[in-house]
């Protein structure tokens, strides 16, 4: 079964930079595509960063472009997401997201359970 699990989170200050980590295990990594989404209080659950199954193409949101960076590592099974510059309104808790059709073909989307980053002087 699909399983995510993000961790790097925490405490940091503004201007600061984090990495957060997602393992996957359970699927095919290398054929899907991944995604960062967040969540602050309050507010709904957002896109922050995606990448394909080879790296090729990243989006961003606009919020976030120039300052986070996505990659992964196929053999590793990982993803990432390099935070720098952050600011308060980059704290949220952070998802894990990857989006794997089932036997009908119906993309089902699955997410690990979330990794919080606190951004505060």
């Known amino acids: 079964q699909v399983h995510l699990v993000e961790f790097g989170g925490g405490l940091v200050q503004p201007g600061g930079s984090r990495r957060l980590s997602c393992a996957a295990s359970?699927?095919?990594?290398?054929?899907?595509?991944m995604s960062w989404y967040r969540q602050a209080p309050g507010k709904e659950r957002e896109l922050v960063a995606a990448?394909?199954?080879?790296?090729?193409?990243?989006n961003y949101a606009d919020s976030v472009k120039g300052r986070f960076t996505i990659s992964r590592d196929n053999v590793k099974n990982m993803v990432y997401l390099q935070m720098n510059s952050l600011k308060p309104e980059d704290t949220a808790v952070y998802f894990c997201?990857?989006?794997?059709?089932?036997?009908?073909?119906?993309?089902?989307?699955?997410w690990g359970q979330g990794t919080q980053v606190t951004v505060s002087s």
């Open positions: 997201n990857t989006r794997i059709p089932n036997r009908l073909g119906v993309p089902y989307d699955y």
């Open positions: 359970g699927f095919i990594f290398s054929d899907y595509a």
């Open positions: 990448i394909t199954s080879t790296s090729s193409s990243t």
